[in-house]
């Protein structure tokens, strides 16, 4: 939602914060615009659009700048025009913001009781304005963030300059992300580490409330009582390289590659002896075995992650597993006991309402594992445990790589659930085995890509579509539709397929699209039959199953089949499959693969 850059140092701040920008445009891509020290003024140009239209807006000039602040927007307050496009600039006071600021309109009138008048519909002048009132009082532009602070409710990470301080950029955060980097030439101030890649890989986490203060390579920092701080510089383990389309047409289809090594990644520095183990990563040993009951809450395909994690978890260990949607589970006074534990699911561990699910589990006393792909994030700090998956930085909007990980986990901590819980020993390892297996035939579903592809080149002039599933399979037709809707913008709908003739089987007519998922060996009977009830009202049924199923081809039109694996690991073959029909439908309709139209990559506010 948003991203942030600033630049103190030798470069061109232009043309860093222009780069950046380029890296940050996942999290939004509404407008852009950057605030650039020129002489003893602060220039701003912002453009509504792609980063492109501010580039062009730039046009050759504002090279010499060796200060300046950037954005790329996500709009929540206000329409995607130029004026609502950041920095804002209010008195002496420019920034840029990322965030939700919820007591703006309280704030506006108080302030345009003071003389400020607003020209944007957004909340982050407001912002600008009040921190300029606390400049004008304290003359420092420490204090002046500081009693902002005090002020502001909501969420914010902001990059700012100040009138009377060339050459200089401040930066704080509580609720969104900004880290500080530094090479030999200056200093950044960024949203996210992508940002920054191209230039150093050396980087400081801010805690919540904490301000730093940049001006060429030194940086300072303060905690929220604005003591100064001392903080420890840390590498990044990404690489540029990782964080580029490396010769793909699409981040997206990089991504959809990369799943082998990323599930090899993950999974294999946690196996002992041929066992899941989590020691490594601080989960103390025998966690589970005291546990009455998991509570599982994310967003999105993080939250089908965890539907696939509960029927696992359920299976194998035999403790119970409820799922909620974080942004249902924070406002609905969940019933949590003894003997209880939670597990959060986010790639980006920046989701506002996945981490105010974990603030709420951790209030009432519920120890929190979480499962983070963004090392040093909101969610991953706040946990109590925390178990990073090592899928690399995931750039498209769409998540592919970030869900087979945390599926991964899911398989992980159900077997180590399992020992803990009494299960033998000879079965978790060959659960183990398994898993390992599944893993290495993943290949083989990416070398089906064009077969895959030509079914989804079918889709181009679809304009509704069902995904249908029992068990496991229905877990997937959510996480299959999701993708479908997000990038390619078919109507579709995910259905237990068992579900259908309560309602929904109405809407299906003489051509309309099925996707059909038959995986789950034991359900096989009553899936095929649910398929004939579609066929028989004259749906188009791709039939996506398993070698080895006993399918007859009169169920469906075409068929896509996976290499032979138990129906338990099938998720993690069917999911890439799901994404390239995806993907290859978004291709053929022309759409905007990698920034789907209204979407960001991180979801910072509610
Ligand atoms: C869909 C997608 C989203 C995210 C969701 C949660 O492709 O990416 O549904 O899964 O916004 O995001 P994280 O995992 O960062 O908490």
Redesign the pocket.
């Known amino acids: 939602m948003c991203g942030i850059i600033g630049y103190s140092g030798e470069r061109s701040a232009c043309s860093v914060c222009l780069t950046a920008l380029a890296n940050l445009e996942y999290r939004g891509y509404d407008s852009a615009g950057v605030a650039l020290w020129e002489g003893d003024t602060v220039q701003v140009i912002k453009a509504q659009g792609r980063l492109s239209c501010l580039r062009e807006r730039l046009g050759q000039g504002h090279g010499a700048s060796r200060c300046g602040i950037g954005h790329t927007r996500w709009a929540t307050h206000g329409s995607p025009t130029d004026i609502n496009s950041h920095p804002h600039r209010q008195g002496r006071v420019t920034l840029v913001h990322n965030g939700i600021i919820e007591n703006y309109l309280e704030l506006r009138a108080e302030l345009e009781t003071l003389g400020y008048r607003f020209v944007s519909e957004t909340d982050s002048e407001i912002a600008a304005a009040l921190i300029d009132s606390c400049y004008v009082r304290s003359g420092s532009p420490l204090e002046a963030i500081g009693a902002a602070m005090e002020r502001l409710e909501g969420s914010y990470a902001f990059a700012i300059l100040f009138d009377g301080e060339p050459g200089v950029v401040y930066g704080v955060r509580k609720g969104s992300p900004l880290i500080a980097a530094v090479d030999d030439t200056g200093c950044f101030l960024a949203s996210d580490l992508p940002a920054v890649l191209g230039y150093t890989r050396e980087h400081y986490l801010l805690g919540e409330g904490e301000v730093v203060r940049g001006e060429g390579t030194q940086v300072c920092f303060w905690d929220r009582e604005l003591r100064p701080l001392s903080k420890k510089r840390i590498t990044a383990e990404w690489s540029m390289e990782e964080a580029q389309k490396g010769g793909y047409d699409y981040f997206m289809l990089k991504e959809i590659h990369e799943q082998p090594r990323a599930l090899r990644d993950t999974v294999l520095p946690r196996l002992r002896d041929g066992l899941p183990d989590f020691t490594a990563d601080g989960l103390p040993e025998g966690f589970f075995r005291n546990i009455r009951k998991l509570n599982i809450a ?5 939250l089908y992650c965890g539907m696939v994690g509960k029927a696992l978890i359920e299976r194998l260990a035999r403790i119970p597993v409820e799922v909620d949607m974080a942004s249902e589970l924070r406002y609905r006074n969940p019933i949590l006991g003894e003997n209880e534990a939670a597990v959060i699911i ?3 561990g920046e ?1 506002a309402d ?1 981490l105010a699910a974990l603030r709420l589990f951790k209030e009432r006393g519920i120890p929190v594992i979480a499962i983070v792909n963004v090392v040093g994030s909101s969610i991953a700090r706040e946990a109590d445990y925390c178990l990073y998956t090592y899928a690399g930085p995931e750039i498209a ?3 592919t790589k ?1 869900y087979s990980v945390q599926v991964a986990m899911m398989y992980l901590l159900a077997i180590l659930a399992a020992g803990d819980k009494g299960v033998e020993e000879a079965a978790r390892r060959s659960e183990t085995a398994d898993l390992l297996r599944v893993i290495s035939l993943t290949p083989r579903v990416l070398e089906m890509y064009d077969q895959i592809g030509r079914y989804a080149a079918t889709l181009r002039d679809a304009h509704s579509l069902f995904y249908i599933g029992r068990g496991l399979d229905y877990s997937l037709a959510m996480e299959g539709a ?2 479908l809707k ?1 990038i390619s913008y078919i109507h579709c709908e995910a259905y237990a397929a068992g579900e259908l003739k309560h309602g929904t089987i109405s809407l299906i007519t003489e051509g309309t699209p099925v996707i059909a998922l038959a995986t789950q060996a034991d359900l096989l009977p009553k899936t095929l039959s649910n398929i004939r009830e579609v066929k028989a009202r004259g749906a188009r049924v791709l039939l996506v199953t398993m070698e080895g199923l006993p399918v007859d081809d009169t169920a469906c039109d075409e068929k896509i089949v996976l290499p032979a694996v138990d129906g338990r690991f099938a998720p993690l073959l069917l999911v890439i499959a799901l994404q390239i029909i995806a993907l290859n439908a978004a291709i053929v309709r022309g759409c905007d693969v990698d920034k789907p139209r209204n979407l960001a990559k ?2 910072t506010v509610e």
Do not use: D, I, M
């Open positions: 994310a967003c999105g395909t993080a986010s790639q980006s989701t996945s909007v769409a998540s970030a999701l993708k997000e991180s979801v």
